[in-house]
């Protein structure tokens, strides 16, 4: 089970951190991944790491966004700063028993979401 958290509202330029609490999935993922999805059009990789904290981001996160996780490799993270329009999705955590990598066909477990809006 991946459950997220921690979306919401926030003005342009704003922050906020979504977590992603991993479970019972920990024994049996090498990767865990984010993505975000606007209505209307494909979901999309932000950013991903694996157990060895070897991490991987979209063009669009990179120097913005930051993934990370807990040393039990339990809780996933991502620190969105200087947040956009554009940044307004819903976003998922998803998992993989295998490399990371940023399509999300690769990914088999999926959290149910959690929006962010940037006005």
């Known amino acids: 089970q991946l459950v997220e958290s921690g979306g919401g509202s926030v003005q342009a330029g704003g922050s906020l951190t979504l977590s992603c609490a991993a479970g019972r999935y920990t024994y049996k993922r090498n990767c865990m991944g984010w993505f975000r999805r606007v209505p209307g059009q494909e979901r999309e990789g932000v950013a991903s790491?694996?157990?060895?904290?070897?991490?991987a981001y979209a063009q669009f996160a990179k120097g913005r966004f930051t993934i990370s996780q807990t040393s039990a490799n339990n809780t996933v993270y991502l620190q969105m700063n200087n947040l956009k329009p554009e940044d307004s999705a819903m976003y998922y955590c998803a998992a993989r028993g295998d490399y990371c990598t940023l399509f999300r066909s690769d990914y088999t477990d999926w959290g149910q979401g959690t929006q962010v809006t940037v006005s």
């Open positions: 790491i694996d157990a060895t904290g070897s991490t």
